[in-house]
């Protein structure tokens, strides 16, 4: 039994050509980003951690994320998973954003500073809709 171009086994031909015309692969830069010292700050002052976590995602990074056509992806207590086109868009993002946010720290007392952790990985992304043509 042969195997063809786009490698499926010949009698699966039109299904994976449909899976495969479906499919929008694309490469994605993806920032992730949580709090160091999230639970002791949580210990501290609940209210006051959530209130200047969600003040500070409303009034720096999402300005952030627009200014680098970035999409947030999940927010999740102290972390944000934002997506990318671009890897110098995520770059300069996760960038701005440590420096939003040590900006803001000045003048609080260093036990109630807001440190982040940031990662940026370049990942190949598939849409839901060729996720679940492939699964089918």
């Keep these: 039994m042969g195997v063809n171009t786009i490698g499926?086994?010949?009698f699966y031909e039109s299904k994976c050509k449909?899976?495969?015309e479906r499919a929008q692969r694309r490469l994605?830069?993806?920032m992730a980003a949580d709090v160091v010292g999230y639970s002791r700050l949580m210990e501290l002052d609940e209210q006051g951690t959530l209130a200047t976590l969600k003040e500070r995602r409303r009034v720096i990074l999402e300005p952030?994320?627009?200014e680098h056509h970035g999409r947030i992806?999940?927010?999740m207590?102290?972390?944000v998973l934002v997506e990318f086109a671009s890897a110098v868009n995520a770059v300069t993002c996760a960038v701005e954003f440590q420096k939003g946010m040590i900006a803001a720290n000045q003048g609080r007392a260093d036990d109630r500073h807001i440190v982040l952790r940031i990662?940026?990985?370049w990942v190949m992304s598939?849409?839901?809709a060729a996720t679940f043509s492939v699964m089918a």
Excluded: H, N
């Design 77 to 79: 207590g102290d972390g």
């Design 64 to 66: 952030l994320v627009r």
């Design 126 to 128: 598939l849409s839901k």
């Design 119 to 121: 990662g940026l990985i």
């Design 18 to 20: 449909m899976a495969e």
């Design 73 to 75: 992806v999940k927010v």
């Design 28 to 30: 994605a830069a993806i």
């Design 8 to 10: 499926c086994p010949a």
